[in-house]
């Protein structure tokens, strides 16, 4: 009697138990289908399996646009680096860092050769062409109306000007005219690239000839952001063309100078950064201008 009293005794105990589990088990049969595909879902990888098969799905391709290539943003970097202010004609002038630097292009179709490379000096370029605000500064009866059909254009380039007169303004401010090794430095920086920009031509990065850039005729100076040299020059391809100083020429008449980058009337071959233009040293083309260099130790 006293194992039937001590078997009934722990029946009673194991009944809330039973009672329990056939609840669970009840629960658990009515739950939804979705809960429980959630639920194996989860459980079928791993956490750091998981973290893969995020990290592997194809993101949506952010919008793009020109002013965000990649030169464009190793010029907005660059024109951050050392700059100076020339007190005479408040041009801001960027610093282009001694180095290497790939020098007229005679192989414009193949590789260049480690001889075309030369060494410069570091030195300082203006970021833009000199303005008509600024040559008035220094010849105060210059009028750009006859270059922009009676208009007034104070921050377009100085336009009409000759190499004797270009020389003499950057004198006058403190300066001198570029060399040609030196403005193609500013131009290409340490790429090879033949236009400022990079490699393939595109018109509507600079003021060069026909109505895709906007301009029939001049622009005002850095108007083409995009268009910018991996340095962070403006407009080192159109605009107008800019007188180097330099000797240097096939040709024996020793009257001549040359004119680079093209201007608005110019082609894209004209516009590529190799390209050479022999001209008179007094010719005052209405598409001739120029910008100011200044060496490092002056």
């Not at 009673?12 to 138990?17: C, G, M």
């Not at 290539?69 to 024109?79: A, C, E």
């Not at 860092?97 to 790939?102: C, F, M, P, Q």
């Amino acid at each position: 009697q006293g194992r039937n009293g001590f078997h009934h005794g722990q029946g009673e105990a194991l009944r809330p138990l039973i009672f329990f589990i056939l609840l669970f088990a009840w629960v658990s049969a009515c739950a939804p289908a979705s809960q429980k595909h959630r639920k194996r879902h989860r459980n079928t990888y791993p956490f750091d399996q998981q973290a893969q098969k995020r990290q592997s799905k194809p993101s949506k391709p952010k919008a793009t646009f020109p002013d965000q290539d990649p030169v464009l943003r190793g010029s907005i970097r660059s024109s951050l680096l050392p700059t100076i202010l020339n007190k005479n004609d408040q041009s801001l002038m960027i610093l282009i860092n001694a180095g290497k630097y790939l020098s007229s292009g005679k192989t414009q179709n193949e590789k260049p050769s480690s001889s075309e490379f030369i060494n410069l000096a570091g030195f300082y370029i203006d970021r833009t062409e000199i303005t008509v605000a600024q040559f008035r500064k220094y010849q105060p009866k210059y009028n750009e109306k006859v270059f922009t059909g009676g208009k007034d254009c104070p921050d377009c380039p100085a336009m009409g000007i000759n190499w004797i007169q270009a020389s003499k303004y950057c004198r006058w401010a403190g300066k001198r005219l570029p060399q040609e090794e030196e403005w193609e430095a500013a131009a290409r920086g340490v790429t090879n690239f033949p236009y400022p920009w990079g490699d393939v031509f595109q018109p509507s990065r600079a003021n060069l000839f026909g109505e895709k850039d906007g301009h029939l005729f001049s622009a005002p100076v850095g108007y083409f952001k995009s268009g910018a040299s991996a340095s962070g020059v403006m407009d080192m391809a159109g605009n107008v063309w800019e007188w180097v100083d330099t000797k240097k020429s096939e040709r024996l008449q020793p009257k001549t100078r040359i004119v680079k980058g093209g201007g608005w009337t110019s082609d894209k071959e004209q516009a590529r950064i190799s390209f050479r233009n022999h001209v008179d040293l007094k010719m005052e083309n209405p598409t001739f201008g120029f910008r100011c260099a200044k060496s490092l130790n002056k």
